[in-house]
């Protein structure tokens, strides 16, 4: 089966070939898509779908997508699904809007949560979600991973997911959770 990832992350795309080893995945490029998707949704999943839709529709292949992000709850599960546009800047800019909003905060807990969909050529939606726990520390640690990682100690792994390897995080992140729960859905097609 081949799936195009509906993602213009590279992080994202390298995450979606490591963890669904054995399914060719393409990115939005190869499979001749250039064009941007607005995440419009209210919820994870809906901007999963969106995008899935998106992309299946206009490459005529499988389209895998996922929303995911960051649940503060000391900030009412900010910045949610604004995870990737909290500040309006980058990774770097959302992090110390982070660490400002967070400051003097006594209860630092946190979920990644992620919801992927797989939009089929026929049109047939499939869903799953993932979730991992830890929280949110007053610096940065680790060189590895991509937005917040540096600053969400895994209550799995007792490091930050910039600290884990690459097996290491997948193994316990709220992506790689939602995606081994879709391949699981998906058995035999894959």
């Known amino acids: 089966?081949?799936?195009?990832?509906?993602?213009?992350?590279a992080h994202k795309l390298q995450e979606f070939r490591s963890i669904l080893q054995g399914v060719e995945i393409l990115s939005q490029s190869e499979a001749g898509f250039c064009g941007e998707v607005e995440e419009t949704g209210?919820?994870?999943?809906?901007?999963a779908r969106i995008k899935a839709?998106?992309?299946?529709?206009?490459?005529?292949l499988a389209?895998?997508?996922?929303?995911?992000?960051l649940c503060v709850d000391a900030l009412g599960g900010a910045p949610g699904v604004y995870s990737a546009r909290y500040s309006g800047g980058g990774d770097r800019e959302n992090r110390a809007l982070l660490l400002k909003n967070l400051q003097g905060e006594r209860n630092r807990a946190a979920h990644f949560a992620c919801a992927v969909a797989l939009v089929l050529p026929d049109g047939k939606t499939i869903g799953s979600t993932g979730e991992t726990y830890g929280i949110i520390l007053n610096e940065e640690r680790g060189q590895n991973g991509f937005g917040y990682d540096c600053l969400f100690l895994s209550d799995d792994l007792n490091k930050t997911f910039a600290e884990a390897s690459e097996e290491e995080k997948n193994a316990v992140s709220h992506r790689g959770r939602a995606l081994l729960s879709l391949k699981e859905k998906l058995g035999e097609w894959l």
Do not use: H, W
């Not at 209210?42 to 901007?47: I, P, V």
């Not at 839709?53 to 005529?60: K, L, M, N, S, Y």
């Open 42 to 47: 209210a919820t994870f999943a809906e901007n």
């Open 63 to 69: 389209a895998l997508a996922d929303d995911s992000g």
């Open 1 to 9: 089966m081949r799936i195009v990832a509906a993602t213009g992350n």
């Open 53 to 60: 839709q998106a992309v299946a529709q206009a490459t005529g």
